[in-house]
């Protein structure tokens, strides 16, 4: 591992201890270098701010895990609800801020083009594919927030499936033209 991964990772554990105990808006740049004996110049070297080290950890510790495994729509889904599962008290302080540079709006980022590649299969209006991935990106994201911000009291795999089977009832209502989801 290089100095430079080095230093992150050490960044990144002190962030993380942090979150453990206190609201990230309340912690600063001076308490993430304190805690792992680095000064200021350290962090701003490697990341722009507090909100780039949370994003960087989720890139590093999952997205990097998974980017080359193939995986079908549901089971990406349950592995990101798995993952913050075991992280929760971490994502879920992450998701309580919003805003420009969140870990919010960077979750979005990650999973649009990935729901891109798989509504691509189910849409054949191609034109509205930007919409379509946004809007699901949206639904999934304030779902999962709320999951882990209530306390993440199901486990992954039942949380997963009652997402599956909401859309699933709503997308057999339609076509079947009932009406009733």
């Not at 070297?45 to 080290?53: G, S, T, V």
């Not at 995986?71 to 994502?91: A, D």
């Amino acid at each position: 591992m290089s100095d430079s991964q080095i230093t992150k990772k050490a960044l990144a554990d002190s962030m993380k201890k942090l979150m453990e105990d206190r609201p990230m808006k309340k912690i600063s740049i001076g308490d993430i270098v304190e805690g792992c004996g680095m000064n200021r110049q350290s962090f701003y070297y490697h990341f722009k701010d507090k909100y780039d080290l949370v994003n960087w950890i989720y890139y590093t510790e999952f997205i990097l895990t998974i980017k080359d495994v193939s995986l079908k729509s549901w089971e990406i889904l349950e592995e990101i609800c798995e993952f913050f599962y075991r992280n929760k008290i971490f994502y879920k302080n992450a998701f309580q801020v919003t805003g420009q540079n969140s870990f919010s709006e960077y979750f979005i980022e990650v999973l649009h083009p990935i729901l891109e590649v798989h509504l691509n299969i189910v849409f054949k209006n191609k034109r509205n594919m930007d919409f379509y991935a946004t809007f699901y990106a949206d639904a999934i994201r304030v779902s999962i927030s709320r999951w882990l911000i209530e306390g993440a009291v199901i486990p992954p795999e039942q949380f997963v499936e009652l997402i599956k089977s909401s859309i699933e009832g709503v997308a057999m209502g339609l076509l079947n033209d009932t009406g009733d989801f």
